[in-house]
């Protein structure tokens, strides 16, 4: 199994895993699954172990969701993974599964058109007892999502959990969920961004990544109205990228508009090309702990 699909493929019935090794790539999944979810007026519960509760709906609220409006009015559940998996210590599947059968009946009855479930599985790298009953949970997790047609994401730290857990998790998901991806080395990462819609790069860029960096703008302006280049995780950048950002810049329709986040270094090689001078685009340098 583990097709791979992009979350904003996702379907009621699908249970997909989430394998990552960027905690931002990750969290921006999870925002575009949020956002998925309340779009369709289902309800959706976030069980979250590596970031707290508060720091989640924070990032959520950052990327531009209206989260905490969301969990007042009870349409957005944040909650510790451990409270729902581990609620006396140990892990029991076939207790969990009759949790989650309860959250859908619940969904059901208060009116919304489904659930759906996404979790932080950082909770079962603890010592507990129970914990080899993981990949059965997850089997027959599968099997109850296409029932009730809920829909779920389970998270998977890769620097964390060792190969043989994530072969054996991949297996048993329907289906695998990353980020579209444009280039990938141990220098450079492009992929697309999902909230808020746009471009994501990570690491240094120059001259010999000027096709897929032109694909990926390309793309997410043919897509959206208003898209954000996001060069936070960016530590270098040449003239010539810097270009061919200026220049997707320089060809936005009437009424498009690009942001650019950027940390200082980045900032001012854009500001010495005359990023300013660039109707529609603006350019943000933010700080180290962003």
């Known amino acids: 199994m583990g097709d791979a699909s992009t979350v904003e493929d996702l379907q009621p019935g699908d249970h997909a895993c989430l394998t990552f090794t960027d905690a931002e790539e990750r969290l921006d999944i999870v925002a575009a699954f949020v956002r998925d979810g309340l779009k369709a007026d289902q309800r959706v519960l976030c069980l979250t172990e590596a970031v707290s509760e508060r720091a989640l709906l924070q990032e959520l609220s950052r990327r531009g969701l209206a989260a905490t409006s969301a969990a007042d009015g009870g349409r957005l559940t944040v909650t510790g993974s451990a409270q729902m998996f581990l609620p006396d210590g140990t892990f029991a599947a076939t207790r969990m599964l009759g949790e989650l059968r309860t959250e859908i009946d619940r969904t059901r009855r208060d009116g919304y058109q489904g659930l759906r479930v996404t979790s932080d599985m950082c909770w079962a790298l603890r010592p507990v007892n129970g914990i080899a009953e993981l990949m059965e949970y997850e089997s027959r997790f599968t099997r109850l999502l296409a029932e009730q047609q809920a829909t779920s994401v389970c998270q998977y730290d890769r620097q964390c959990f060792d190969t043989v857990t994530l072969a054996s998790v991949v297996d048993v998901h329907a289906f695998t969920v990353a980020a579209t991806t444009y280039h990938d080395d141990a220098l450079l990462r492009i992929c697309r961004q999902y909230v808020p819609v746009g471009v994501r790069v990570a690491g240094e860029i120059d001259y010999r990544a000027v096709e897929p960096f032109t694909r990926a703008l390309t793309e997410a302006l043919a897509l959206d109205r208003h898209i954000e280049v996001n060069l936070a995780a960016l530590r270098f ?38 990023v300013h001078e660039v109707d529609g685009v603006r350019a943000v340098a933010v700080s180290d702990d962003e």
């Open 237 to 274: 950048m040449d003239a010539v990228a810097a270009g061919v950002l200026l220049q997707a810049g320089l060809g936005l329709s009437t009424g498009q508009r690009m942001t650019i986040r950027c940390r200082q270094p980045v900032f001012k090689v854009l500001d010495a090309l005359g």
